[in-house]
């Protein structure tokens, strides 16, 4: 839903003499030409998965600019690398055959200073370098026969609930989650990446300083959506690239490289990413608590408290141990022209194929609806689900989907149909009113502390810990009165 502008990195390195990379240890199928008609083939769906590009083209040349004088000392021409700064609040980045590399807004958020950010683009192009994403493409090929090049994703990619019902009731995102490299393949990268950042003049350190708050992001990440022992899940980056600051710190000591007077660039990369919207986009709908909201849509609603909201590209899913409550729209016009009314798209058009029971005509906060139960097969096993159409006055269907153990669609069926009944199309007035939220960098003043800016910040529940988690904070540590601090208005 938001314009895709691809940013190529066009600036040239710093120093003339190329970093030597040794030969791939392995052998690589997939010739260069390949490799970038794939990613060219799947960039398109990189952008549709994670938001689209992120559309401010300061950020978009600045981050360009940190990628192309690492990739400079590389020994490839500059031109082989395209960079995009992806519309995700979610800390991540990856790289895809054919020097496409991804970093997303959420991971500059959390980021610190400029070395932090380059050592995270150090690292994917140090992935492109050493063609991980080649040879994992090669494997895949090896050990399940003739796969078709658009199939790529399924070997970069590791879906977590890919086909589950008809791809209609998929995990979030569409089951698009980057499949972890092997701890060798990251400490090579981590390598690369080391030695690129030190001829460049970045601190190497900072890499593994980002890697602790990356971590500390899958703590917190864990604790919001209400998982015990942390862990940021699929979406968070430890989930693509396992190790953590150690891992760098051997990185290091293998590349043997430290810049004399290493750079760290704190005050520009602050004055760059103040203002970058934080958090969702208006434009892929916002989560605020427990509601949802899509102004561009129209659309609007409230989960259960307790059911932690995620909100991915191509559906909006709530979640806790006793089931899952999913939305999306139907997005094939034609389907919602040929269907007579909302019972009849129910069970003629989405689920035609499934043995439902309990099909009856409902409301749905005033609004013509449908629903249906059935027992159905996922891949982790069996699942009693919840089917409701709901006739929007935008002349879409609206789809909820809930989710249960076997037996268990009672527990929660009256909840989430009180959920589904806050459905409610958005005035004009109040579709105008949804705005972003940002990042504000403040000069803390005497008496300010991580509490006083957080009963301000609209950061909700854990304000305090986001807020300590963006400035790379300690439990009790405070920012020091004249210190650049950023928080979120």
Known sequence: MSRCVV?????????????????????????????????????????????????????????????????????????????TVLNSPIVNAFALPGGYVYITRGTLALANNEAEAAGVLGH?????????????YDRSLITQGAVGIGSVLGSIFLGSGAGDLVGQLGSVGGGLYLAGFSRENELEADTIGVKLLARVGYAPEAQAAFLQSMSNYGDLAGKMAGRNGGGGGVSDLFATHPGGPQRVKEAMAAAKEYPNSPVYRRDEYLDRIDGMIYGDDPKEGVVRGNTFTHPGLRVGFSMPDGWPITNASDAVVASNSAGRIQFDIEGDKKKVQASRNAQDYLTRIWVPKL????????????MPAATATARIQLKSGNADVRFVAVGFPTDDIMRFVVIAPPGGLGKIDQLALRSINTLKHLSAAEAAAVKPVRLKVVKVGSGDTVESYAKVAPLGSYATEQLRLLNALKDSEQPKPGERFKTVE
């Open 124 to 136: 994917e192009i140090g992935h492109v370098i050493a063609q991980h994403s080649e040879k994992r």
């Open 7 to 83: 940013i190529a990195c066009l600036a040239a390195g710093l120093f003339a003499a190329p970093m030597t990379i040794p030969q791939a240890s392995a052998q690589i199928f997939m010739s260069p030409e390949e490799a970038k008609k794939l990613g060219t083939q799947e960039h398109p769906k990189i952008l549709k998965e994670f938001g689209g590009v992120y559309d401010d083209p300061n950020i978009g040349a600045y981050v360009a600019g940190i990628a192309g004088r690492i990739a400079g000392q590389s020994g490839q021409p500059a031109s082989s690398f395209t960079f």
């Open 355 to 366: 043995p439902l029971k309990n099909v009856e005509t409902i409301k749905v906060n005033g």
